[in-house]
């Protein structure tokens, strides 16, 4: 009969976890692989760059917002929001691509570059910060 007391008892450690997660919830990091080709020299190339940071490949300015993977028991997909810029020398950056990429389907987002393509390869999390 003393079912109340472990209402409360249970409401206690639920708070408690709640509190967890939302606090150490943002020590989440991941590492977007990306493919990248230059069209003119045939060169494929592998970039790694971590969740909002920038990085250049060529004339290209690309920053990784956020990568997501999929769950075990789904199909393997891979999804990074990217967004890309095209640094052109005397002119300012122009944005040429934002939106989200997806592994498993590169023809679905794909970037308009007469030099460049990119593409999602696989997103690596990481809970432990280094």
């Not at 997501?68 to 052109?88: C, G, V």
């Amino acid at each position: 009969m003393n079912r109340g007391y472990h209402i409360k008892k249970n409401n206690k450690l639920f708070i408690f976890f709640c509190t967890f997660f939302l606090l150490f919830s943002n020590n989440v990091n991941s590492i977007t692989i990306l493919g990248a080709l230059n069209k003119v020299s045939g060169k494929i190339s592998k970039i790694k760059i971590e969740d909002n940071s920038e990085i250049f490949f060529g004339t290209l300015k690309i920053v990784v917002k956020t990568c997501k993977k999929s769950l075990p028991e789904d199909p393997p997909e891979d999804s990074a929001f990217i967004k890309i810029w095209d640094r052109k020398f005397e002119k300012e950056e122009e944005e040429i691509f934002s939106g989200w990429m997806f592994s498993s389907s590169p023809s679905i987002s794909t970037i308009d570059h007469a030099v460049y393509d990119v593409w999602v390869i696989d997103c690596m999390i990481s809970y432990i910060e280094d």
